[in-house]
């Protein structure tokens, strides 16, 4: 942890006892904020803790209803992001605003585009670029379009487009939420070098293992309020979890040994191709069985994706088999696997998930619609969708309570996902297909869905878990299968593996012995 | 929660507001025309109001309206069910010509058998023809909007070409197919209407709208079918996920909407019309129900009332000229009404704009909103 380049008299941000209301809701409660030059300071808080509004507000988005703002010690209002530009503060959003057809220059020139005469003068421009992309040491190709390029890439050209605004302060609004942990290790060395430089770092996350390993201090925001903060050297994960949720957390699950039984999913030798038409699953083989969960751990892209999809029917293998309790699944449309026993959290809730149009009584019986008692020839039972929902809301502490008829989109992700695990739990199907199930939560939620995916085993249900997050690939599972370039490659039984030898094996590597 | 909400926030949040803003700002962008060519506003709206309030000028609303609420209802069902049924046009046309066909060469069937067998036809052609489109999206995903306007010309030649055919052109000297059989016709008795003093022309075609809109509405809010393809329309790939079959949603909806547009036609025809002229340019009964499937909010019976004041407009409309108006003067309401619809985003602003300038005002405003109640 380095702290040498953070200069303790010189606060670059100071946020005074801020206060926001939307109406009556209070979504920051007299937060205080104080970072420094050279620093990197995380914003810590569940989903809906309001770390997003205070960043609003520092970015000129929106306007305190009271409170006070400080850059480079001299109150300031702001009114729009320019006004903030001007200040030297720069935002990296969650979802990128990158023009996709566009290149990489063109996206970082927008809207301060030097000119000749009229024309613009792209040589320049990409002068420029190359200039800032080497003083800060953030390669990439000034040439390349968006769209071809990774994640982790487009976070950079975000990056360096504030740069290139003379942005002193970046804010990062979570930052890590859709990077590879490769991608996560190049960007905290990148915030680091950053600060070396004198700029200062904000990031709003709630992944506490990057607050530890990235950050220098950080701010606790709960239900609006402001906790604490904390010097990040002398608190534990654990400590910044309480504070966050306000109450302990635990990180371990609850799992009892059991003997698995008869196997639900087998795939055998299956091929299949990607959206470009280029084989990815390259003939996999994979069965999970009753009681167990088996755990594909991998680097994106090595066709666990196209897996999945293979399996819940919305993609169409090449070649191969795919039998769930016996019934061949194989190129059958989703429905077919469904009713013979496939159901799943989805990697994307939002596009596979959920109907975010819909209200959360309505997505509930996504699959069920047309049974009674929710319908009885064609025309739905209202009332007992509604009782369905009460009873959901309730009992997987989706929030907030008496939610049945808001639609789906005005909640937040962690809510999004327990709707949809309430749904698919309660289709009580023998084969649970999860995929990324926690990407995007806090730890609160986190604990939550670890809970009923153990629960499922535990019941005697077949789990098959699709994760990036190698953590809890190896907290979760009892076997797992490591997949490298279309194939599994490698089975370990889950209290024997150790991250190294996974890491390895992911990266297509061999493990001695 | 509610009383504390000032009067703007309500205007920004209901979008019934939003409509009725619209039209009001239409009527006042009439009103700034008018003055412009230096007529008495007054005397022209009121004259518009005039000539739709009496009993028979009413009659007259209804009747021109029934073809604008089919049409808008097909519009507004294609636009729940996330499709944008452009081709309603072409749709009518077909079952305006398929209702023809059936009242001409079936002409002596009871009225008992023939006008629902028109009906009947016209809803199946209407539906073939928006299935035809939804059958080109699915196969080779062809953009549904560029080939339903081909489809509309399609329609429109089409229709031509069987107004040419000697067994259904008119035998005199009209560029047009013969007359339906009386027993096709959907017209109140003779008695009836000079009893109440309505229109030649009225007919109980209303009462099927009505029916239709009822229909319409129990299918997109209280069943299973409209579930799905509400499903389909606002995520296609969850409702995949959740194991709903995509491509024949689309049809379904496609061949919903088609036959709310082809019985528009029919209704037309058996209604108003009596005969189909051969066309020199597209009538625009479709493309009126976009207009008033907007200002419905896509609901059906939104477009219900929405279809009556658009059938308001063009009868009051086409009155204007005896105050010397010129009747293009509804086109410009009716223009600037979608335009503000299209855009009315802006009311929603309201919010934004009065709590950031004057938010004492609008503490006061809340105060006295509290107090009221």
């Keep these: 942890m380095a702290k040498e380049y953070i200069d303790m008299n010189t606060p670059v941000i100071e946020m005074r006892d801020i206060v926001k209301k939307f109406g009556d809701f209070t979504a920051n409660d007299g937060i205080n904020l104080t970072v420094h030059k050279g620093e990197i300071h995380a914003i810590l808080g569940e989903n809906g803790a309001g770390k997003s509004t205070l960043m609003n507000q520092l970015y000129g988005l929106l306007k305190p209803t009271s409170g006070q703002i400080l850059v480079n010690g001299k109150p300031i209002e702001m009114n729009n992001p320019r006004d903030a530009i001007a200040a030297g503060i720069g935002m990296v959003h969650q979802h990128f605003m990158l023009i996709q057809p566009f290149t990489v220059t063109e996206n970082i020139v927008l809207g301060t585009e030097p000119t000749k005469g009229v024309a613009l003068d792209m040589v320049t421009a990409r002068k420029n670029v190359e200039e800032i992309s080497q003083r800060y040491g953030l390669a990439i190709d000034p040439d390349a379009r968006i769209e071809d390029i990774s994640v982790g890439m487009q976070q950079r050209v975000e990056i360096l487009k504030a740069l290139y605004r003379g942005a002193d302060i970046l804010i990062l609004d979570e930052p890590t939420s859709s990077l590879t942990p490769q991608e996560i290790e190049e960007l905290i060395v990148i915030m680091r070098s950053l600060t070396k430089d004198g700029k200062s770092i904000i990031i709003i996350t709630h992944k506490l293992k990057e607050i530890k390993a990235a950050a220098d201090f950080c701010t606790i925001i709960r239900q609006g309020k402001y906790i604490d903060t904390v010097d990040v050297e002398k608190v534990s994960e654990n400590e910044l979890a309480s504070m966050m949720v306000g109450r302990n957390v635990t990180f371990t699950v609850d799992k009892p040994e059991q003997e698995p039984g008869e196997v639900v999913l087998d795939v055998k030798d299956l091929h299949c191709n990607d959206y470009r038409d280029v084989e990815i699953v390259k003939g996999l083989n994979l069965q999970v069985r009753r009681g167990e969960i088996v755990g594909i751990a991998g680097i994106d892209g090595n066709g666990q994706t196209e897996l999945v999809e293979v399996i819940t029917g919305l993609r169409k293998g090449t070649s191969g088999q795919i039998f769930v309790n016996g019934a061949d699944v194989f190129n059958k449309p989703p429905r077919f696997g469904f009713d013979h026993g496939v159901s799943s959290i989805p990697a994307d809730r939002q596009k596979h998930g959920l109907i975010l149009d819909f209200s959360i009584e309505d997505n509930l019986i996504l699959q069920n619609y047309e049974e009674q008692p929710y319908s009885k020839n064609h025309f739905f039972n209202r009332n007992a969708i509604f009782e369905h929902a009460t009873e959901s809301i309730e009992s997987y502490d989706i929030r907030p309570q008496h939610s049945e008829r808001r639609t789906a989109g005005t909640l937040s992700g962690g809510n999004q996902q327990k709707v949809i695990i309430a749904r698919e739990v309660q289709n009580d199907k023998d084969l649970l297909i999860a995929v990324n199930p926690t990407r995007g939560l806090d730890v609160g939620a986190i604990e939550y869905v670890h809970k009923y995916i153990v629960e499922q085993r535990n019941k005697g249900k077949a789990v098959l878990l699709v994760s990036f997050e190698l953590d809890e690939i190896m907290s979760l599972s009892d076997i797992i299968d490591v997949i490298f370039d279309g194939k599994i490659v490698a089975s370990v039984p889950g209290k024997d593996a150790n991250e190294n030898d996974l890491g390895l094996l992911m990266a297509g590597g061999k493990v001695n012995g | 929660m509610d009383k504390k909400k000032n009067v703007f926030t309500i205007i920004a949040e209901t979008r019934i507001i939003h409509i009725l803003l619209s039209i009001l700002l239409g009527f006042a962008v009439g009103a700034f025309f008018l003055l412009i ?70 002409g002596q069937l009871p009225s008992a058998i023939l006008i629902p067998l028109c009906f009947l036809g016209a809803m199946v052609v209407g539906a073939v023809w928006g299935i035809i489109v939804g059958f080109l999206k699915n196969k080779w995903g062809i953009n549904e909007v560029l080939s339903m306007i081909m489809f509309n010309w399609i329609a429109f030649y089409l229709s031509n070409f069987i107004a040419g055919i000697p067994a259904i052109h008119s035998d005199g000297t009209a560029e047009a197919t013969k007359n339906i059989s009386e027993n096709a016709s959907t017209l109140l008795s003779k008695e009836l209407i000079a009893d109440l003093g309505l229109c030649p022309t009225a007919n109980w075609g209303i009462l099927v709208a009505l029916l239709m809109t009822i229909i319409a509405w129990l299918i997109i809010d209280k069943t299973t079918l409209g579930y799905r393809l509400k499903a389909v329309g606002f995520n296609k790939t969850a409702a995949e996920y959740g194991g709903i079959n995509v491509s024949r949603s689309i049809l379904t909806a496609l061949a919903i909407s088609g036959a709310l547009a082809g019985l528009g036609g029919a209704l037309q025809l058996m209604g108003m019309g009596s005969r189909i002229s051969v066309f020199s340019s597209q009538e625009g009964y479709g493309f009126a129900g976009i207009v008033v499937a907007l200002m419905g909010c896509s609901n059906p019976f939104g477009a219900f009332f929405a279809g009556i004041f658009y059938g308001a407009l063009i009868y009051g409309g086409s009155k204007l000229n005896l105050v010397g108006a010129p009747t293009q003067l509804i086109n410009v309401i009716v223009g600037t009404v979608v335009l503000f619809i299209a855009i009315s985003v802006i009311f929603q602003r309201l919010k934004y704009v009065h709590i950031n300038k004057k938010p004492k005002a609008a503490a006061v405003q809340s105060v006295k909103e509290g107090d009221d109640k």
Excluded: H
């Design chain 2, 37 to 106: 060519m230096g007529l008495d506003v007054g005397a022209a709206y009121g004259r518009l109001i005039s000539s739709v309030t009496s009993v028979k000028g009413f009659s007259y609303v209804v009747v021109y309206s029934i073809p604008y609420i089919m049409t808008g209802l097909s519009v507004a069902f294609s636009f729940r069910t996330g499709i944008f049924n452009i081709g309603s046009e072409g749709q009518f046309v077909m079952g305006s010509m398929a209702a023809a066909c059936i009242g001409i060469l079936l």
